[in-house]
T-cell receptor
Framework: KQEVTQIPAALSVPEGENLVLNCSFTDSAIYNLQWFRQDPGKGLTSLLLIQSSQREQTSGRLNASLDKSSGRSTLYIAASQPGDSATYLCAVLETSGSRLTFGEGTQLTVNP | DGGITQSPKYLFRKEGQNVTLSCEQNLNHDAMYWYRQDPGQGLRLIYYSQIVNDFQKGDIAEGYSVSREKKESFPLTVTSAQKNPTAFYLC????????????FGEGSWLTVV
């Protein structure tokens, strides 16, 4: 059974800092990996999707990498802003179907 | 605007009652999903449907039921058999069952009183 782990569980940084969020998964047979943002009491917003054949994806100040063989992904946030404060979740899609397995998330606080 | 609409936003259930959470999408997506989120935890899959009139159990389907009579609608019923239903419920959809970005609704909070 696929298991997804995110480290750290919580992170507090000053504004302007570059930061890295980590995601690891136990079964490398994945279709893709997605990073999501969740604001308190809200639904999830997709940030980046990396197909299993890709190594990284970029969107603005966000860059996500994928190392499928080692079962790891990182989300890099450049020049963090208070508006980046949220919970970030990663999820992997299994190759056999439509099931996304989520990590427990990293709660990020960016202090002004 | 296109999107996923969940209702109600907040719902209170008495012991022994069944309640139904609504999920409607106008994105013309084939696949729809229901997830449960407990405080400080990730999402767990309850049920999913890849096509009208068909659905599959997820990891925690016990105590829940769904229907998919229309492409745009995927209601979730939380039955009295679900012993710990207090949670945040999220509905999602995607264009097909595999490999596409998944879109989420704003969620519904269910509390047992």
């Amino acid at each position: 059974k696929q298991e997804v782990t995110q480290i750290p569980a919580a992170l507090s940084v000053p504004e302007g800092e570059n930061l890295v969020l980590n995601c690891s998964f136990t079964d490398s047979a994945i279709y893709n990996l997605q990073w999501f943002r969740q604001d308190p009491g809200k639904g999830l917003t997709s940030l980046l999707l990396i197909q299993s054949s890709q190594r990284e994806q970029t969107s603005g100040r966000l860059n996500a990498s994928l190392d499928k063989s080692s079962g790891r992904s990182t989300l890099y946030i450049a020049a963090s802003q208070p508006g980046d404060s949220a919970t970030y979740l990663c999820a992997v899609l299994e190759t056999s179907g439509s099931r996304l397995t989520f990590g427990e998330g990293t709660q990020l606080t960016v202090n002004p | 605007d296109g999107g996923i609409t969940q209702s109600p936003k907040y719902l209170f259930r008495k012991e022994g009652q069944n309640v139904t959470l609504s999920c409607e999408q106008n994105l013309n997506h084939d696949a729809m999903y229901w997830y449960r989120q407990d405080p400080g935890q990730g999402l767990r899959l309850i049920y999913y449907s890849q096509i009208v009139n068909d659905f599959q159990k997820g990891d925690i389907a016990e105590g829940y039921s769904v229907s998919r009579e229309k492409k745009e609608s995927f209601p979730l019923t939380v039955t009295s058999a679900q012993k710990n239903p207090t949670a945040f419920y999220l509905c999602a959809s995607s264009p097909t069952g595999n490999g596409n970005t998944i879109y989420f609704g704003e969620g519904s909070w269910l509390t047992v009183v």
